[in-house]
């Protein structure tokens, strides 16, 4: 009994010292090499680590990576596209010594990624591996069959960010702090993310998910929103189609606000809010969404109750142009079938004597200008008709014309 316990320690003393002879000959700079490498292959970009690259064996093999850069096209505002702190990569064990490396989690820290559309109309997230299409595409992480490029079974991401530039229209808007587990069958998907993130400093929480990516059809997408506990909610189920300047988003979008006074205090609104406000909002939009547009048909909006009914329908359409300086303008139409306005009034009362017209004052400096055509405006329980408005931006201000409408009183 003594020697068979002998021989099985010195057997365990030669398995580790083979273990441990295998670890020291793993080279780390390989798997710089195959990380950069595998980008590279994927998006077409040169990579940079400019940080650490070192792997840790306790508890499991983790790959970890200090500031890392995937440059950007040429001509882009900033000088790479992604950009990520620090990269954890849990490592499944047999991949250690052959390719592809399999990461059972993907932690990535402060990435900031740069959407952006320059002044030519170029778009800097159009990758080669986007360009395939639905027959053609294979399940790999990589761009070609062949391809060695590291697979992932999810990936969390820590204090994210993602900044939109859009030159043409002077547009740079940004989604802050973003917090969640994203998981993928594939760079083309399908995907699906379950997390947070902060839109003018207000959290939203998002479950999204989308089908794969082809470029002969347009990808099926479904997100919820939800902010303040759950207050207000959106959910829409569309389809995301790629243009030549961009891509285009339609689809349907459902919207419920169970306390509107809530919603909008917490959004920063410091006017009196009626009483009314205080019960829910429900609705339907149609919305269409392309670079310089936004069309919002078959809106049906209502709050309220009884006296107190506030209710829309109609549609908008918002377009981008050329003006006649050479800039940009923005021209508004809204036609709007019906509108039962008894709270909109009272609230935009409060509104302007709190604020006077320089709550009105535009908050953009490129022209604007809007036509309004209602058919229906029922306030304090009179009909107004077929009324028409045109609105300006004047300097600090507003121009107003060409105002009409059919009451059920005499007026001009």
């Given at each position: 009994?003594?020697?068979?316990?002998?021989?099985?320690?010195?057997?365990?003393?030669?398995?580790?010292?083979?273990?441990?002879?295998?670890?020291?000959?793993l080279d780390v700079e390989n798997y710089r090499k195959q990380f950069l490498d595998s980008i590279q292959e994927l998006t077409g970009r040169q990579a940079k680590i400019n940080g650490d690259l070192s792997l840790t064996w306790n508890p499991t093999p983790t790959i970890t990576i200090t500031d890392v850069q995937i440059e950007n096209i040429e001509g882009a505002s900033q000088p790479f596209m992604v950009k990520i702190d620090?990269?954890?990569a849990v490592v499944e064990w047999d991949s250690l010594f052959k390719n592809p490396l399999v990461f059972k989690k993907v932690i990535l820290d402060k990435p900031v990624v740069y959407l952006e559309r320059m002044a030519d109309e170029r778009i800097n997230w159009d990758f080669e591996f986007l360009n395939v299409s639905s027959l053609d595409a294979p399940d790999l992480l990589g761009g070609g069959q062949k391809s060695l490029s590291p697979k992932f079974e999810s990936m969390m991401i820590i204090d994210g960010q993602i900044v939109y530039q859009d030159a043409p229209y002077d547009i740079q808007k940004s989604m802050d702090k973003i917090n969640g587990e994203l998981v993928a069958d594939s760079v083309r998907g399908p995907f699906k993310f379950d997390g947070s993130f902060e839109w003018d400093k207000k959290k939203i929480t998002t479950l999204l998910s989308s089908d794969k990516i082809a470029s002969d059809r347009a990808t099926e997408?479904?997100?919820?929103?939800?902010?303040?506990?759950?207050n207000a909610a959106v959910r829409f189920k569309g389809l995301v189609s790629r243009l030549s300047t961009g891509s285009s988003l339609s689809g349907g979008l459902s919207l419920k606000v169970n306390n509107l006074a809530s919603f909008l205090q917490d959004f920063g609104t410091q006017t009196d809010i009626p009483d009314s406000f205080e019960s829910p909002l429900i609705g339907n939009v149609s919305l269409e969404l392309s670079p310089g547009v936004l069309d919002l048909k078959e809106i049906a909006l209502r709050q309220g109750a009884q006296e107190t009914t506030n209710a829309v329908s109609g549609s908008l359409k918002y377009v981008f142009s050329p003006s006649a300086e050479g800039g940009k303008s923005l021209n508004g139409a809204f036609i709007m079938d019906r509108i039962e306005a008894a709270g909109f009034i009272e609230f935009a009362k409060n509104y302007f004597k709190e604020k006077g017209w320089n709550g009105f004052a535009p908050t953009s400096e490129i022209p604007a200008s809007f036509t309004f055509n209602i058919r229906e405006i029922l306030y304090n329980k009179q009909t107004f008709q077929d009324t028409s408005?045109?609105?300006?931006?004047?300097?600090?201000?507003?121009?107003?014309?060409?105002?009409s409408t059919k009451a059920p009183y005499e007026t001009q």
């Open positions: 009994m003594k020697k068979i316990l002998i021989v099985l320690i010195v057997l365990a003393c030669v398995c580790a010292g083979v273990f441990f002879m295998v670890m020291e000959g620090r990269v954890n997408i479904n997100f919820l929103l939800t902010t303040n506990g759950e408005l045109e609105v300006a931006t004047k300097e600090n201000g507003y121009a107003i014309g060409k105002f």
